[in-house]
């Protein structure tokens, strides 16, 4: 018999409509699962959190808790599911998938748009679907089920507040697709580690994602850098990479910043494509900016904030920012 885990945070899935909104409420998601014809061989189980939130409440706390949770149920479980709400399910896959190092079973992310007490609720094939991928035996890795796909974690994005098509990974393609038949792309898959299973536990860091914005935020960016202790910084820059590299000020600005150890990683705001060195503004290196590649605004704020808590020095963390980890970039 197989054994998953679910683990119930929170989220649109679990809500009713109540006079104050759509809020959760506690045992509804157990009552409705409950009346889900049985898996043949497999055993679910439920942990439900005793504050279920809407996950625009997340932090760091429920980050550890779910990454305590996985930890101490390891052993006892082949697959993990996370039901969590949709506007930060991408933060947090992100952030499980650095921080379960070692992992070689499946932690699955799903929730839904519409809740399950709607007739016309996505979250019960979200669901079903989420619970044939943590069946998975050969799948290492953290995922998002949504809209009859698997995306791999690190590389998925909120993309519709209204569509059924609530996420998507551009710069990766999906791990599954779910039709009619169930088709399992396991050759995009990451391949089982040599590494045993020791997950980081995610600690206060100081890392500000600053967005490049024509006409408005080049002041505030460069008073920002200028009298902020930070850790680490994710700049979101134009294009292929790009800043307005004839502002000196900002110039400055971010060669003190990395002079005083702060890490400052480049990704583009643009949905699609990644960070390159064809234009003398995207030419960043020389700054000592360090290249995100591809990673999404999510995989590089969770990776500094693992890499950071895992004590590593500024020059080992600069280096694997640019590194792939576990699918979250395509290195150049
Ligand atoms: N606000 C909700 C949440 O993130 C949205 C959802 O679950 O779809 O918890």
């Known amino acids: ?60 706390e429920h980050w550890q808790r779910m990454i305590k949770d996985i930890a101490d149920n390891y052993e006892m479980y082949d ?7 949709t506007d930060t399910m991408a933060y947090t896959a992100s952030v499980l998938s650095f ?25 019960w094939n979200n669901l079903i679907d989420a619970l044939f991928a943590a069946n998975r035996s050969d799948l290492n890795e953290v995922a998002i089920v949504f809209n009859n796909k698997l995306l791999r974690g690190c590389r998925a ?4 507040t209204y569509r059924f098509f609530g996420f998507d990974s551009v710069d990766e393609e999906p791990l599954a697709e779910f039709g009619i038949t169930m088709n399992w792309f396991t050759k995009r898959w990451l391949k089982a580690t040599r590494f045993s ?6 600690k206060p860091a100081k890392i500000l994602d600053l967005s490049m914005r ?32 004839h502002n000196l000020a900002l110039v400055d600005a971010l060669k003190a910043a990395v002079a005083r150890g702060v890490i ?11 960070v390159s060195n064809d234009y003398a503004s995207s030419c960043l290196h020389d700054l000592g900016i360090i290249s995100g590649c591809d990673m999404t605004i999510e995989a590089a704020l969770a990776k500094l904030l693992v890499l950071l808590s895992n004590g590593m020095s500024i020059m080992n963390i600069k280096a694997a920012m640019s590194e792939n980890i576990v699918g979250e970039l395509t290195e150049s």
């Open 214 to 245: 024509p006409g408005f935020t080049t002041d505030f960016i460069i008073d920002t850098l200028n009298n902020t202790e930070l850790d680490a910084v994710v700049l979101q820059t134009y294009g292929s990479g790009n800043i307005p590299i």
């Open 264 to 274: 400052i990683v480049n990704i583009t705001q643009v949905i699609e494509g990644r």
């Open 79 to 85: 697959g993990f599911i996370i039901i969590h709400g």
């Open 99 to 123: 921080a379960l190092r070692g992992l070689d079973k499946p932690v699955v992310l799903t929730g839904s748009q519409l809740p399950l007490v709607h007739r016309r609720s996505d979250g």
């Open 197 to 202: 299973f020791a997950p980081v536990m995610p």
């Open 157 to 160: 994005q909120k993309v519709s």
């Open 1 to 60: 018999m197989k054994k998953i885990l679910i683990i119930y945070t929170g989220g649109t899935i679990g809500m009713d409509y109540t006079a104050q909104g759509l809020t959760p409420v506690p045992g509804l998601f157990k009552s409705q699962i409950d009346t889900l014809d049985p898996i043949p061989d497999v055993q679910l189980d439920l942990i439900e959190y005793e504050e279920l939130i809407d996950s625009s409440d997340i932090c760091l």
